[in-house]
T-cell receptor, first 114, second 110 residues
Framework: DTGVSQDPRHKITKRGQNVTFRCDPI?????LYWYRQTLGQGPEFLTY????????KSRLLSDRFSAERPKGSFSTLEIQRTEQGDSAMYLC????????????FGQGTRLTVV | QKEVEQDPGPLSVPEGAIVSLNCTYS??????FMWYRQYSRKGPELLMY????GNKEDGRFTAQVDKSSKYISLFIRDSQPSDSATYLC??????????FGQGTRLTINP
């Protein structure tokens, strides 16, 4: 399967714990995006990378969130000291740079904070 | 005001019906408009992509953009039970970031 891969698919954690999610984009895609989707809502932009550089972060991305994309390949999203409000689906998307290119989404990681 | 507004539904129609899904957007500078389909517990997948105004047709699906009224629509003809999903409209902003509507949950009843 050469699509966008996310791991894990589901994560249940206790409030206050740290969690880390991984995204493996389509290999030739230089742009990688993280979105968050809560129940009954559309995805909301969190941050994006062009190659290994993190170029933009949304105001939704509090100090407890950090994302990396070492060597411009896979990316990780870490949430420290999780809160119940962090419960959501975290989606990763990748694409090549260019106006008419398509963004491909992964299946998402569903986080439940109890 | 949200950049993209979408009626969340839910919408339930009989098989074979024509479905109309709609969104409005706030910024007349937007040029790229998309419709994504999202099945339960899956990531969104691109359904239709339109640049600027006009219509685009792909099989049973037609996407329409009216820039004068800042209105985007998706029409599904001869709807099938397999079309049951959440449909998300989206606009593309700088750096190809996507801004999504709330999503409309559609059920096609056999």
């Amino acid at each position: 399967d050469t699509g966008v891969s996310q791991d894990p698919r589901h994560k249940i954690t206790k409030r206050g714990q740290n969690v880390t999610f991984r995204c493996d984009p389509i290999s030739e895609h230089n742009r990688l995006y993280w979105y968050r989707q809560t129940l009954g809502q559309g995805p909301e932009f969190l941050t994006y990378f062009q190659n290994e550089a993190q170029l933009e972060k949304s105001r939704l991305l509090s100090d407890r969130f950090s994302a990396e994309r070492p060597k411009g390949s896979f990316s990780t999203l870490e949430i420290q000291r999780t809160e119940q409000g962090d419960s959501a689906m975290y989606l990763c998307a990748s694409r090549t740079q260019g106006a008419n290119t398509e963004a491909f989404f992964g299946q998402g990681t569903r986080l439940t904070v109890v | 005001q949200k950049e993209v507004e979408q009626d969340p539904g839910p919408l339930s129609v009989p098989e074979g019906a024509i479905v109309s899904l709609n969104c409005t957007y706030s910024n007349s500078a937007f040029q790229y408009f998309m419709w994504y389909r999202q099945y339960s517990r899956k990531g969104p997948e691109l359904l239709m992509y339109t640049y600027s105004s006009g219509n685009k047709e792909d099989g049973r699906f037609t996407a329409q953009v009216d820039k004068s009224s800042k209105y985007i629509s998706l029409f599904i003809r001869d709807s099938q039970p397999s079309d049951s999903a959440t449909y998300l409209c989206a606009i593309q902003r700088g750096a190809q970031k996507l801004v999504f509507g709330q999503g409309t949950r559609l059920t096609i009843n056999p």
